[in-house]
């Protein structure tokens, strides 16, 4: 079987346990989350600055259907990072935060601020110097403009080409569509900084009884709270378009990592009849059609989806990354070369070049090329 290559548009980073607490006050640090197994052994209760909630424990030794993923050795060794990805045919990666995602859940200003800033250093020291292979998110606070817009531009300056963001702000602030965030767009923007949202991190919201990825409990839950993600995602896009902020700011691109592809074309048809049908109401007007907008600024990411590719051989919107993952039990660990081969295998190879690297280079240009040598070497 010839190798295919891929870069990745949604891949994580697994942070060390103790970073945030070595590096806080004695005060700050026990706001973190930390977890306790209770008794019996099937939950947890996660505390998290001040709130408290209770979950099941995954286990993830209950596979079927046979496409799970086995745990990579480099899940949390960075020495191993780059050696997985050679033998999973990954090359560039788009590297998110794993415990950085809780951080939408910090209630306190200077603990949203400062484990930002303590991550991005770690980010730096570790991943980017690692490889230019690997592209980090630069992590911001969701709690406080200012202070996103300092951090961001201090990120910009280190080498950080995208801002991880959760598809909900901070529950104590606006939501992304209101204008309080409208600085954020315009310096990120003019730092050539992209917008990189990825699904399942709503923020702990206790007052709404909304706890990280947990919609539904009992029958079909698991799958139901899978499936919630993609609208989650699929709502902060729309805020992002019907808002008027990516009309305002056409430089400026947006990546939703792992919800999937597919919705973009259905999304756009939802935009534009609201737009059209409901003109009189509309604010604020746009210069441009919510599906131009959409299908010039919106990339996206999926690893397994039978449909996506024909998303972009059907329906136009080719601004669609594949994803791998990497290192979450999700992800494609361990059948990379099936899932890509499966996916791809007698596509046309421009529309499968552009979906395994092309919309990445565009969002990414400053990423490393595939060498020549791998790519005709192995038959591609
Ligand atoms: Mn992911």
């Not at 660990?333 to 070049?353: I, K, R």
């Amino acid at each position: 079987m010839n190798k295919i290559w891929s870069n990745s548009g949604d891949s994580h980073f697994i942070e060390p346990d103790d970073l945030w607490s070595k590096h806080l006050s004695k005060e700050l640090a026990e706001l973190t989350p930390r977890a306790v197994k209770d008794p019996g052994g099937l939950t947890e209760t996660v505390y998290v600055d001040g709130q408290s909630f209770q979950r099941r424990l995954p286990n993830p030794t209950q596979r079927e259907f046979g496409e799970a993923s086995s745990r990579a050795p480099g899940f949390n060794d960075f020495t191993q990072r780059i050696p997985d990805q050679d033998d999973e045919g990954i090359w560039c990666e788009l590297v998110f935060p794993s415990l950085g995602m809780w951080a939408a859940s910090f209630k306190t200003r200077e603990l949203v601020k400062q484990t930002a800033r303590i991550t991005n250093d770690f980010s730096v020291d570790e991943i980017i110097r690692l490889s230019p292979r690997l592209l980090p998110t630069a992590q911001v606070s969701t709690l406080d403009v200012d202070d996103a817009i300092e951090e961001m531009q201090r990120c910009a300056g280190l080498g950080f080409t995208s801002v991880f963001l959760p598809v909900v702000p901070h529950p104590m602030q606006e939501d992304w569509q209101h204008m309080y965030w409208e600085p954020l767009w315009s310096a990120m923007e003019e730092a050539n900084m992209v917008v990189a949202f990825h699904v399942g991190t709503e923020p702990v919201d206790m007052a709404n009884g909304q706890v990280i990825g947990v919609w539904f409990r009992g029958n079909g839950g698991a799958v139901l709270n899978y499936n919630e993600t993609t609208f989650t995602g699929q709502r902060a896009v729309a805020k992002m378009v019907a808002s008027g902020a990516l009309d305002r700011h056409p430089n400026l691109k947006v990546m939703l990592s792992e919800g999937g592809s597919t919705w973009v074309p259905f999304l756009a048809d939802r935009l534009e009849e609201g737009y059209r049908q409901h003109y009189m109401s509309v604010r604020p007007k746009l210069s441009r059609s919510p599906r131009e907008i959409l299908y010039s600024q919106v990339y996206t990411s999926f690893q397994h989806d039978q449909s996506a590719i024909i998303a972009a051989q059907h329906m136009g919107y080719t601004n669609i990354l594949w994803g791998s993952d990497y290192p979450h039990l999700e992800g494609t660990y361990g059948h990379t070369q099936e899932t890509l081969h499966g996916l791809f295998d007698g596509v046309d190879e421009a529309l499968s070049q552009r979906i395994r690297f092309g919309a990445f280079e565009e969002l990414f240009p400053s990423a490393p090329k595939l060498p020549a040598n791998l790519a005709g070497s192995l038959g591609q």
